[in-house]
């Protein structure tokens, strides 16, 4: 995948976990990347230290700014400044059982946050492209297989933003004519997931398992089911949908469900570990309201877009489970000895 032309991107949520990926393959293509980083306390740069480049050098290609979504006078500035060919929206207060704790917040960020974005675009007059994160949250306890016609029946504070922001791109899209599209995207993961996000809980606690440092890891509902592909897939599928010749929004996902049981039943198993001695469920992780069944149906993604998963479930799992055994200085081989020693804490 190569672009003739060099291209400039604004990327927010640049420190995230898509964020990573998603600069590392416009990097790749050439892209000059402005990214939108929240100034914090400590350093949170920690997922794209390694592309980072010192201001100071000559042809740098990736740029951080300060900034936040709930700021709209900088995101005006910094569109004015950069004149992006692309945005790539993926800011957001992205944990669904947090938002039940700070709705507001939530909405103004994951919500009002993309309608500060396209009125910046709006009042810059800058020419660009939008491309929204939105989410297979939206479709909430509507059935699975869920597609681009499914309805959309949000159940948290967080889906509902999501909402929110997606009429909105629809919204700007057909009242000013602006290349604006939503990826309503299924859960996606990667060894960079954040640590509080089931898969990579449960990866984690894998290694943590090994290494000695825990006993059990405690978990919420197990009957959930989702529909989990690699992060590093799907940011390739945002970048596919504005290099369209018209603006649509995809549904984007592999079209496999498992539970939270089958991610033990992998993740355990990579290292040779019947799961069920080490999960223990704690009621403080189930939410007021869930999401019990996400599947995709991604044929539109697959026949228009071009777009098909690489990774399979069970080789996204290793690749995470191995990260993080790695970061104990643990090889999966050494693991899997240490395995037969591991002790099970009595019940
Ligand atoms: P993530 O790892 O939680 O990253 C979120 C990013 O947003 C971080 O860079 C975070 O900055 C930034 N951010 C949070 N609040 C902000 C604010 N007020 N102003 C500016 N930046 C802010 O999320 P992700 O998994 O990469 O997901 C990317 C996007 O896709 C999110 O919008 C998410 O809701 C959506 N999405 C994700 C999935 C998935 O399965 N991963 C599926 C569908 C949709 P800090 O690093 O400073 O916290
Ligand atoms: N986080 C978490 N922690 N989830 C648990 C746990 C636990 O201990 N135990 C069970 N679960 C269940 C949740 O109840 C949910 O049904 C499922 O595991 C997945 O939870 P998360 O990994 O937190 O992801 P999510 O599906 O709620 O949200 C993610 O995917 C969305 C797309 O569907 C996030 O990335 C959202 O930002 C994204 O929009």
Same mark, same amino acid.
């Given at each position: 995948m190569t672009t003739d032309v060099p291209k400039t991107a604004i990327v927010t949520g640049i420190t995230g976990q898509d964020g990573s990926y998603l600069a590392e393959l416009l990097l790749d293509q050439g892209y000059e990347v402005h990214g939108l980083i929240r100034r914090a306390s400590s350093f949170n740069t920690e997922r794209i230290d390694h592309l980072y480049q010192d201001p100071h050098e000559r042809d740098v290609k990736l740029t951080l700014h300060y900034g936040d979504l709930t700021d709209a006078s900088q995101m005006a500035r910094l569109i004015r400044q950069v004149a992006p060919d692309e945005i790539y929206n993926l800011a957001a207060q992205s944990h669904v059982a947090v938002s039940f704790d700070q709705p507001e917040y939530t909405g103004n960020v994951t919500g009002i946050g993309v309608v500060r974005l396209l009125e910046a675009i709006r009042e810059t007059g800058v020419e660009t492209r939008l491309y929204q994160a939105g989410t297979s949250e939206l479709f909430g306890d509507s059935p699975p297989p869920q597609g681009p016609t499914t309805a959309f029946r949000p159940r948290s504070p967080y889906a509902a933003a999501k909402l929110y922001a997606h009429w909105v791109v629809d919204n700007y899209r057909e &009242?000013? &004519?602006?290349f604006a599209v939503n990826g309503i995207l299924f859960n996606h993961e990667s060894p960079r997931r954040g640590p509080t996000f089931v898969t990579r809980k449960v990866t984690r606690a894998v290694a943590r398992i090994i290494a000695g440092l825990e006993q059990v890891v405690y978990l919420g509902n197990l009957d959930a089911e989702r529909d989990w592909g690699h992060a590093r897939d799907y940011v390739r599928a945002m970048w596919m949908m504005l290099q369209r010749d018209e603006p649509r929004d995809f549904v984007i996902g592999t079209g496999e469900a498992h539970t939270i049981r089958d991610l033990c039943r992998v993740a355990f198993g990579r290292v040779g570990l019947e799961w069920e001695p080490f999960v223990r469920v704690d009621p403080r992780y189930f939410r007021p309201v869930e999401v019990e069944r996400l599947r995709a149906d991604p044929s539109a993604a697959n026949d228009e877009l071009g777009w098909r998963p690489q990774t399979t479930f069970e080789e996204l799992i290793a690749e995470m489970v191995d990260a993080d055994l790695a970061d104990h200085g643990l090889t999966i081989d050494q693991a899997r000895e240490r395995a037969a020693t591991v002790t099970v804490a009595a019940q």
């Open positions: &009242g000013y &004519g602006m």
